[in-house]
């Protein structure tokens, strides 16, 4: 528990300055352009998630096979297959930024994005998809660098962009007067920057990570390994978020007040949920690594203590968004919006009471893509995305936004009733003490 606490500490930190982005572009856009802005920022929420969610992903599961032959010591197949990921990375920051661009148009019909929020929403959701590459570029060098047992270097980084991102974000906003745009620019600008300074320090500090002539090269082994790691994990968040794009589309055609109120709810959750990432991700790690090294009972004790932390931790701030919702809502929305703060607030009081289901959820998940069966943490995300399709087909045009509030449970213990029982069912298949490489498990 010691080493999973020190190891996801920075992580978390970092998880929750990342959302920061978000929060402060909400905030200031809501206190300073009013309700339909904010509304504009926040009504492509899910598609942004459905994107950015793969990108992030897909970076965390070309970290699995590093972290593998790592805790196996084996070194020149580590660097080689961090060669072949970073062109995979660079191959997807060209393929999603372009597609994503020029097709902002026709997702926001998709959302069915009201019309006088239209114009904030795309200009918002262009300047994000834009910077994608520097998406991938932090993820990407963040997870390699986390898969070696450095979770500090990322936070690091990440804070000091963070910090930039609140100057930059008042500057485009108030003296630039770039409205939606101006916040968007600031949050892509900041994440550039998280990851140029990634990219310096791993050349000048992490040798280890440092390629030579014999490690640069393609490998037709390494890059399908990567692909049957990398996609599904990018997939996963993918296909939750293709759920939650329809349960937005159903909110926002119940008008800016509805959408106004699931926006500010969403930051709040989203914020809230960093630490089950963070532990997730960090026994992810815990437990990649000594398969590599052929431990199986530390494998089965990391699982444990790290469903503990999360289950209690979700527990606890479940009882916070029940009670505190209204209160936490106002970081967004003035008090003289009582129809919006309500209905942010009645958003954060269903999520609290089956919070701690995503302790078991995440954590689950992540050491069962961290144990190789990327396709079985996949279809959890599949349980996700039906769950949250069939309330908002089925319900939510008979009981409206109430119908909206309870998706994220009916969500969360679909996924679990099959992800729980999956996650302990790999773990009871990995042979004793024998090493393991980073070939992919079926």
Known sequence: MKLILQFAAPLLVGNLLQQTYNMIDAAIVGRILGTNALAGVGASSSVQFLVLGFCLGTCAGFGVPAAKFFGAGKLQEMKNYVFNAMLLTVLLAVILTAICALGCPWILHILSVP????????????????????????????????????????????????????????????????????????????????????LFYIRKKVKLLCLSRIDCRVSTRALKELVIMGVPMGLQFSITAIGSMVMQSANNGLGSVYVSGFTAGM???????????????????????????????????????GLVIAVLYGAVIGVVLIFGGRLLSMIFIGQNEAAVLEASAKYLRWQGYFFWCLGFLNVCRMTTQGLGYAGRAVFSGVMEMIARVAVGVIFVPRFGYTAVCFADMTAWISACAYIVPMCFSCIRKIPRGKRQGAEPAV
Do not use: H
């Open 115 to 198: 019309e006088e929020i239209y114009g904030n929403a795309y200009q918002y959701l262009v300047i994000i998809f834009l910077g994608i590459p520097f998406t991938l570029l932090y993820n990407f060098l963040a997870s390699i660098l986390r898969s070696i047992g450095d979770s500090r270097t990322p936070f690091m980084f990440l804070a000091f962009s963070t910090a930039l991102n609140i100057v930059l974000d008042l500057f485009c906003i108030l003296v630039l007067k770039w409205g939606c745009a101006g916040a968007a620019a600031a949050t892509i600008t900041a994440q550039a920057i998280s990851g140029i300074l990634c």
């Open 267 to 305: 930051k709040i959750k989203q914020f809230t949920i960093c630490p089950f990432d963070a532990i997730a991700t960090a026994v992810s790690v815990f437990c990649g690594q000594n398969l590599g090294a052929g431990k199986v009972d530390r494998i089965r004790r990391g699982l444990r203590e």
